[in-house]
């Protein structure tokens, strides 16, 4: 079955760590641009995060910037964000998404992706 699975949400308090994987099965993840996504409540879907495939360049919402980190590692076919210095309004459930293609700069919103995640809730609160 072809999917990807995402882990390592929960609850966290402000200022605190999470590292979310993105683990893709049944594919590999060589040649596909991975983005993150995330949805709180009654909010409009926001591309957080996107690394190409090819040379391993990312993009960060101004919104996260200075504090997630999109990576990669092949060999283990996936993908993390790691996030640090959280906030109350990083809380959301977080997807990942795969789109193919060796293009070498990323912008989540512009692709019709491949394969979606089921997605990991990531709730910040004290």
């Known amino acids: 079955q072809l999917q990807l699975v995402e882990s390592g949400g929960g609850l966290v308090q402000p200022g605190g760590s999470l590292r979310l994987s993105c683990a893709a099965s049944g594919f590999t993840l060589d040649y596909y641009l991975i983005a993150w996504f995330r949805q709180a409540p009654g909010k409009e879907r926001e591309g957080v995060s996107c690394?190409?495939?090819?040379?391993?360049?990312?993009y960060y919402a101004h919104s996260v910037k200075g504090r997630f980190t999109n990576s990669r590692d092949n060999a283990k076919n996936t993908v993390y964000l790691q996030m640090n210095s959280l906030k109350p309004e990083d809380t959301a459930v977080y997807y990942c998404?795969?789109?193919?293609?060796?293009?070498?700069?990323?912008?989540?919103?512009?692709?019709?992706?491949?394969?979606w995640g089921q997605g990991t809730q990531v709730t910040v609160s004290s």
């Open positions: 998404a795969a789109y193919r293609t060796v293009q070498t700069v990323c912008v989540p919103a512009q692709y019709e992706y491949d394969y």
């Open positions: 690394i190409t495939s090819s040379d391993g360049s990312t």
